[in-house]
C-alpha cells in the first residue's frame, strides 16, 4: 500500500501559482499606472492634464538632461487671475491717498514633481498631470515613465512565472 501527497502539494502550489498571478497583475497594473501618468495619456483615462508657464526649479544642482523633484508653474487660468489681480492693485494704488495702501497681489504658483530640466535654465512650460482632485503634479517626464517600468515588467513577469505554475498542475 502506497501513499500519495498529491492532493496536498498540488493545492499548495495553484495557491502559489494563483498568489503569483494576482500579485504581479497589481504590480503590472500600479507600473502601467505611473507609465501613463508618465506619458501624458492620462488624460484619455479622465485625469487632468495641465501646461504649465512661468516655471521656476529651485534645484540649482542638476546638470544637463536630469529631472528635478520640485518645480513650481503656473497655468493659464492663474496667469490670467494674477494678471487681473495685479491690474485691481495698480487701479487701486491710484486712490491710496484716500483709502490707504493696497495689498500686494500674491502670485500662485503649483507644485509639479518630476520635471526635465536642461541644467542651465527653467524650461519654459511643463505639461504634467493630476492623478487625484487636489492632489499632487506629476510632469510628463522619461524619468516617470523609466521607475513606473520597473513594476510593469516585474509584474509581467510575476504573472508570467504563476500562469506557469498553475499550467503546471
Given at each position: 500500500?502506497?501513499?500519495?501527497?498529491?492532493?496536498?502539494?498540488?493545492?499548495?502550489?495553484?495557491?502559489?501559482?494563483?498568489?503569483?498571478?494576482?500579485?504581479?497583475?497589481?504590480?503590472?497594473?500600479?507600473?502601467?499606472f505611473?507609465?501613463?501618468?508618465?506619458?501624458?495619456?492620462s488624460?484619455?483615462?479622465g485625469?487632468?492634464?495641465?501646461?504649465?508657464?512661468?516655471?521656476?526649479?529651485?534645484?540649482?544642482?542638476?546638470?544637463k538632461?536630469?529631472?528635478?523633484?520640485?518645480?513650481f508653474g503656473?497655468?493659464?487660468?492663474?496667469q490670467?487671475?494674477?494678471?487681473?489681480?495685479?491690474k485691481?492693485?495698480?487701479?487701486?494704488?491710484?486712490?491710496?491717498?484716500v483709502?490707504?495702501?493696497?495689498?500686494?497681489?500674491?502670485?500662485q504658483?503649483?507644485?509639479?514633481?518630476?520635471a526635465?530640466?536642461?541644467?542651465?535654465?527653467?524650461?519654459?512650460t511643463?505639461?504634467?498631470?493630476?492623478?487625484?482632485d487636489?492632489?499632487?503634479?506629476?510632469?510628463?517626464?522619461?524619468?516617470?515613465?523609466?521607475?513606473?517600468m520597473?513594476?510593469?515588467?516585474?509584474?509581467?513577469?510575476?504573472?508570467?512565472?504563476?500562469?506557469?505554475?498553475?499550467?503546471?498542475?
Open positions: 500500500m502506497s501513499v500519495s501527497a498529491t492532493g496536498r502539494t498540488g493545492r499548495r502550489g495553484r495557491l502559489k501559482g494563483v498568489s503569483l498571478v494576482v500579485g504581479g497583475a497589481v504590480l503590472f497594473a500600479a507600473g502601467l505611473v507609465v501613463v501618468t508618465g506619458t501624458g495619456l488624460g484619455v483615462f485625469m487632468r492634464v495641465e501646461t504649465f508657464g512661468h516655471i521656476q526649479c529651485h534645484d540649482t544642482r542638476a546638470e538632461g536630469q529631472t528635478v523633484w520640485h518645480c503656473v497655468t493659464p487660468a492663474q490670467r487671475a494674477n494678471d487681473a489681480e495685479r485691481r492693485v495698480a487701479q487701486e494704488s491710484l486712490r491710496a491717498h483709502d490707504g495702501t493696497p495689498e500686494r497681489a500674491e502670485f504658483r503649483v507644485r509639479i514633481l518630476f526635465d530640466h536642461n541644467g542651465r535654465t527653467d524650461p519654459e511643463i505639461t504634467a498631470t493630476q492623478v487625484f487636489d492632489g499632487r503634479w506629476y510632469a510628463h517626464s522619461s524619468t516617470l515613465v523609466g521607475y513606473g520597473i513594476p510593469l515588467l516585474l509584474g509581467a513577469g510575476t504573472a508570467a512565472w504563476g500562469g506557469y505554475l498553475l499550467r503546471q498542475r
